[in-house]
């Protein structure tokens, strides 16, 4: 059973760091990346950054510069270091796990989020 599971959420002033963690047990077949996506307060879901099995990382604009996705692949966690918080950060963060599938790449495994709230 393939379980994710965040931490590192919290409540930080505009302009401070946080870094999420995303611990990944379980075994994936065909696995071809992993990701961070938000859901802010009244907003859709977002793909905030992801991270392919090759290394390819991608970042939404509103993130770039600030944000950083890296993996550990001996402990099987994903990371988001995010600095110089907005207020506009505030959401619940998402770490997801793709798989193939008729040769497409699908974030099929979800952990439970963890709340990033930034005041000004």
């Known amino acids: 059973q393939v379980q994710l599971v965040e931490s590192g959420g919290g409540s930080v002033q505009a302009g401070r760091s946080l870094e999420l963690s995303c611990a990944v047990s379980?075994?994936?077949?065909?696995?071809?990346?992993m990701g961070w996506y938000r859901q802010g307060p009244g907003k859709q879901r977002e793909v905030v950054s992801t991270l392919s099995s090759d290394g390819a990382a991608t970042y939404a604009d509103s993130v770039k510069g600030r944000f950083t996705i890296s993996q550990d692949d001996a402990n099987k966690t994903l990371y988001l270091q995010m600095n110089s918080l907005k207020t506009e950060d505030t959401a619940v963060y998402y770490c997801a796990a793709s798989q193939l599938r008729g040769g497409l790449c699908f974030s099929v495994y979800w952990g439970q989020g963890t709340q990033v709230t930034v005041s000004s």
């Open positions: 379980g075994y994936i077949e065909k696995p071809c990346g």
